[in-house]
């Protein structure tokens, strides 16, 4: 265990340089997508097309940094009870255009049950829209994807279950590190941020997957906070 905790000891570091590089680099950012924005509508030269492409980049500088700075924030930020049903339709409802367009069936077991956790709710939906994101990415046309929420003592877990290509052993143990991703347009963030919210919603993952088999997630979350002041992280 004293190896895991080096480990997530360094992680963390990692996470907070890189948190602060991201807002180092947001101001500036936020400048050139303006000015680009400007160029578009002063410039109608449709030998421009290039500004098209700066603004998308810039969009997906504007994504990463985004993503980066989670890490820097306050451990739980907004303590509130969050309806956790709700969430998850949300967070479907966000993706649906997404699976439809891949022809990927997303199949909703609601459940009947209150389903209420006290956390913080656009923190809980940015992890659910990670992982149904993940789902979709890694199934292929005419899959579907399971979501359910399931109750028991104390806890809530919420599911999702694919059948897209599954991970070798190897690589569910690097799920966390910082970029790791065989995504052409991925950031290798994902799991790392959702590590870190789960963490301070002192819950955990369930992940079991097979190579060519599928993925199965479970996010496990303790119905209430233990009685604890939430933990701040060091401003940086
Ligand atoms: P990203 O999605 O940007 O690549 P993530 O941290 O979300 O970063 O995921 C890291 C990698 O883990 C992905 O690139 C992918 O190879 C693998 N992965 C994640 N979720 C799944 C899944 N449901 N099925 C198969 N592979 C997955
Ligand atoms: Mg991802």
Do not use: W
């Amino acid at each position: 265990t004293e190896e895991l905790l080096r480990k997530s000891d360094k992680l963390k570091v990692v996470g907070q340089l890189a948190a602060a590089v991201a807002h180092e680099i947001r101001n500036p950012l936020t400048a050139l997508k303006g000015f680009v924005k400007l160029l578009q509508t002063q410039n109608a030269d449709p030998k421009l097309p290039y500004l098209g492409i700066i603004q998308e980049e810039l969009s997906r500088i504007e994504f990463i940094s985004s993503e980066l700075l989670v890490l820097a924030k306050p451990q739980v930020s907004r303590v509130a009870d969050v309806d956790v049903r709700e969430v998850l339709e949300q967070t479907i409802m966000l993706l649906a255009t997404q699976a439809v367009m891949n022809n990927i069936e997303i199949r909703h077991c609601a459940a009947d049950e209150q389903a209420y956790i006290s956390g913080d709710g656009n923190q809980l939906k940015q992890v659910f829209v990670n992982l149904l994101k993940n789902a979709i990415e890694a199934s292929s046309p005419g899959c579907s994807i399971e979501v359910a929420i399931e109750r028991s003592e104390g806890e809530l877990r919420i599911r999702f279950a694919d059948q897209g290509c599954g991970m070798p052993e190897e690589m569910v143990k690097r799920l966390g590190e910082p970029f790791y991703t065989t995504k052409e347009k991925g950031t290798g963030l994902g799991y790392m941020v959702m590590r870190r919210i789960i963490e301070s919603h002192h819950g955990r993952l369930a992940i079991s997957s097979r190579q060519g088999d599928g993925t199965t997630v479970e996010v496990i979350l303790p119905t209430r906070l233990p009685d604890q002041p939430p933990q701040q992280v060091p401003a940086i």
